[in-house]
């Protein structure tokens, strides 16, 4: 026998223009794999005259969310609005007054996911969210049923394909940041504001999500250390590729004794990394466990298909009565960063003239690096319009060490006050050793005049 479900859409752009046509092209399939009719009953928008290149039936759509609260035929919500209000309030009444929900809000989930899974378990329905994170690879569901047996101690990954397209296009391309920007706006992979995508906020919602499922944790977003994309440069991109690295925005998450450590940041991955090969809009995510190990998972982050994808598998899996959530984020976990303090590599770049103008300067950095126990693997140079870029590789040390070291020697020399600081995956390329309680290194150093 065919059940019939009704379902209420909560959005109807990029992502819900892919919700509802799946569900249309796909309803035969969706009902032979699960026994339910699935129809779209009612549609919440934002403006009735917008152009839509959508068959859809104008008796569908509504500006009242009241006209779907209150259809008590509709037994499953897909939000798919975006932003906290109204989707919140929303999604709350719908959870309270007995119906299921799937969204793929998540900024959301980010901030109110916790207090949202609660208020479900309260009602005895289910709140699904395959699609807040990595569009279409099905990363959540890999947390919350295949993981069950393993302890995850660690996350990383691509969570932003706009960051992703653009950092792919400098490196191919050595062309300017705010030129393929504009390329990946104009493509429609960046929003006309595209700070939350490029200043690391929507990396950073991701990345709380899985760390609040991986580790059954309770994150705030607001903690998490954080840098975007726009201070690089096509010279930092080619340094690195020099150095023998490639420059990827990636979120980390690791758990230890009781904490969790998160960071959104610019990092220099060694070209062995699962990460560095991930190009243009794709994601990534890299799971680490104690029993399975290692776990890449690749494909499409974002668009109007591959997250639809997300939703759709998330309300299948609720109709066939697997949407059970195994891993609620119930427990307290301090999130504090603490990379500033952990000995690390770094990429050090600046603006100065050539080093013939500075060796002095140069010199002096140098020498304050060693007083400080850290170790200089690489420098170079490459012309950068009017001025050179000086870059470093920089390894034992921590990040707050090493800024106390740069402030003022960077300031007193002949050099831009303000440089670029990124970390180093791995080992540093050039293999040198060092002992961080040592006050001298002795270091090989080379000037090339170009990659």
Known sequence: MTNKVHVGLLGLGTVGGGVFKTIRSNRERIRLRTGADVEITRILVRDMEKERHLDVAAELLTLNREDLLGDERITVFIEVMGGLEPARTIITEALRSGRHVITANKELMAKHGAQLLEEAAANGVHLLFEGSVAGGIPIIHLLQGYLTANRVYAISGILNGTCNYILTEMAKTGREYAAILQDAQELGYAEADPASDVEGHDAAYKLAILTNLAYDARVNVEGIERQGITELRAADIALAEGFGYRVKLVGTSREQDGTAQLSVRPRLLPLSHPLAGIDDVFNAVTIEADVVGELTFIGR?????????????????????????????????????????????????????????????LNLLEAALAKAGAAVADRRLLEDGSVWRHAWLIGGVTEQELRAVLAPCLQTADLAAKYLLLPVDGPLAAGVEWKAETSHHEVSVTYPRAL
């Open 301 to 361: 982050g974002a668009g109007e298909f591959p997250t639809a994808s997300a939703v759709l598998e998330d309300l299948t899996k609720l109709l066939q009565g697997e949407s059970a959530i195994r891993r609620p984020a119930w427990r307290s976990c301090p999130d504090e960063s603490r990379s500033a303090a952990v000995c690390g590599n770094f990429y050090l770049a600046f603006d100065g003239p050539g080093e013939d103008a500075v060796v002095q300067e």
